[in-house]
């Protein structure tokens, strides 16, 4: 069983993609600079719709 800090909700957006959303927070999974690279880091974002999140 994991604590709540690590508990995420996936749901998808009305235009079919998804968002990782942290259940404290409130924040998405957003992907630092939008940069489509290996290894780049992820950081919890507020909603804007860019693709990297």
């Known amino acids: 069983m ?3 800090p690590q508990r995420w909700n996936i749901d998808a ?3 079919g ?3 990782i959303r942290s259940q ?5 999974l ?3 600079g ?5 290894g780049q ?3 919890q974002w507020e ?7």
């Open 2 to 4: 994991s604590s709540k």
């Open 13 to 15: 957006t009305e235009d």
């Open 17 to 19: 993609f998804f968002e």
């Open 24 to 28: 404290v927070s409130g924040f998405v």
């Open 30 to 32: 957003d992907v630092d």
């Open 34 to 38: 939008c940069l489509p690279v290996d």
């Open 41 to 43: 880091n992820v950081q």
């Open 47 to 53: 909603t804007n719709g860019a693709d990297c999140q």
